[in-house]
């Protein structure tokens, strides 16, 4: 029954975003304890309790683009517009382009960047993180960032990360720039 219960959530939830669940669903199907063990990441990335919704969407794309080429990215996009988030920042994150980025969503973008790309700037972001939010942010960014990094590793993993493709916001395509030049 809760083998059941979790696919048709997962082809209601494919289904909504437009997102291919088969790597989950295979997991499912040939190991429902580690499904069951993973199934918790997905609530857990949905934490949010201090920061902005638009700090955590930057973070989160952020992660995304750094193991992704598009899906993943694209369905981060999807929720991103879905929890309310303006398009201009959304499409600023993608581009990496901090002048366009509201001073929230710069630093959540800003922290992200300096942790995936092991920055040595990541202290001074963490710090700012701080000074904002305390530390309640550094652990709402730090979940955020890294549920947005989990499930393209999983699906990379597991062989179905198999599809590139072109990131849009609203039906516009966006030129992705995955690390500074």
Not at 14 to 22: C, E, I, L, N, V
Not at 117 to 127: E, L, Q, T
Request: proline fraction near 3%; charged fraction near 25%.
């Amino acid at each position: 029954m809760r083998k059941f219960i979790a696919r048709r959530m997962l082809r209601g939830f494919s289904k909504r975003y437009g997102y291919d669940t088969s790597y989950t669903e295979m997991v499912l199907k040939e190991s429902p304890a580690a499904f069951f063990k993973f199934a918790p990441v997905m609530k857990a990335s949905a934490h949010r309790e201090v920061i902005p919704v638009e700090t955590k969407f930057a973070a989160n794309i952020t992660g995304a683009m750094a193991e992704d080429c598009g899906p993943c990215t694209q369905l981060c996009v999807d929720m991103a517009l879905e929890a309310g988030m303006a398009k201009d920042q959304i499409e600023a994150v993608l581009r990496r382009n901090v002048a366009a980025m509201k001073p929230d969503v710069a630093l959540g973008f800003q922290f992200a960047d300096a942790i995936v790309n092991r920055s040595m700037d990541d202290d001074k972001y963490r710090d700012a993180v701080r000074a904002r939010w305390g530390e309640k942010g550094v652990i709402d960014l730090a979940m955020t960032l890294q549920m947005g990094r989990m499930f393209p590793m999983m699906k990379l993993a597991l062989g179905y990360a198999k599809e590139c493709r072109r990131v849009s916001v609203a039906g516009h395509q966006i030129d992705v720039i995955k690390q500074a030049a």
